[in-house]
């Protein structure tokens, strides 16, 4: 079997930490390099219930996409705003579990984060939406751009989209006309409305990503007299499908290497909104002498 050591550094090859932004936290975060190896599991966000759900299962190793310190600290202690944190670090050293960040490093890979969603959703991947100028085969960078085998109506694709993704309480947000022929779409896992420009230079017919606010998504419908249609879906939900694609990859790498290395994937919906209630009240009109 596999030491720790043996397995990060062919998770480094698969999503080399060079990729990642400058501000981000990725790679070891803790674990002893020499220990053995034989479950690793996926998952997006390090909380506490996916640290249970790794213990439970008996993992050595536990992979998310997202950071359990992305910004600095000077302390685990399990005290205070942050003490969440420091039980992850002392629950998953005290079980044996070592813990692996693979955030914007395993966006850009390829295949990457939004190599996956592009995949749940039904597209056929074309190109990076934001290449990589350091990749000569022009396949990795930010977000993906994917085509429909047939064009469908917005209203078809969302639901397509929302079929192929795992279920939030806020589900699938959409602007657009509804019956608009979707063909081209643009992806990105994760909160995307940075890459608007990017969007209106790729010419797609719509673009699905995490996290739109209002004023970058009213702007980017102005600017561009109302089109890409936009498709707005959980952050957590845009991102997990990224697990059993990463696992299936170590899954691969084992089998390369002859690893006695099984994987598991959490299913654990740890997106943070829990409910959604939609408003019944109509928008009140204007009364008599009010300022319009």
């Known amino acids: 079997m596999p030491r720790l050591s043996d397995v990060i550094a062919a998770l480094d090859a698969l999503w080399p930490p060079a990729l990642a932004e400058s501000w981000d936290a990725v790679g070891l975060v803790c674990g002893d390099p020499a220990a053995d190896v034989t479950r690793v599991v996926f998952a997006v966000d390090p909380v506490q219930e996916v640290v249970d759900e790794a213990v439970e299962a008996g993992a050595d190793l536990l992979v998310t996409h997202h950071p359990l ?56 991947v074309t190109g990076p939406l934001v290449p990589d100028p350091a990749d000569p085969e022009g396949r990795r960078g930010l977000g993906r751009i994917g085509v429909l085998d047939e064009a469908l109506s917005l209203a078809e694709f969302a639901e397509q989209a ?73 952050h957590w939900a845009t991102e997990w499908p990224w697990c059993p694609q990463a696992a299936r990859e170590v899954d691969a790498l084992a089998e390369r290497n002859g690893w006695a290395l099984s994987t598991q994937v959490s299913y654990t919906v740890t997106d943070p909104w829990t409910a959604h209630a939609p408003s019944a009240s109509p928008v009140p009109s204007s009364s008599p002498g009010a300022p319009r």
Do not use: M
């Open 69 to 124: 310190y992305l910004r600095g600290t000077t302390t685990v202690a399990p005290v205070g705003p942050a003490g969440f944190k420091g039980w992850v670090v002392h629950d998953l050293i005290r079980a044996g579990v070592a813990l692996y960040v693979a955030h914007t490093n395993a966006d850009r890979a390829d295949p990457g984060v939004s190599d996956a969603l592009a995949a749940a959703v039904g597209l056929r």
């Open 162 to 234: 929302a079929r192929g993704l795992p279920a939030t309480a806020t589900g699938l947000r959409i602007a657009g006309d509804p019956a608009a022929p979707i063909r081209t779409v643009a992806v990105c896992g994760g909160s995307g409305d940075s890459l608007f420009a990017q969007v209106r230079d790729a010419g797609v017919d719509a673009y699905l990503t995490a996290d739109l606010r209002h004023h970058p998504a009213s702007e980017a419908r102005q600017a561009a007299g109302g089109t890409p249609a936009l498709l707005d879906a959980a």
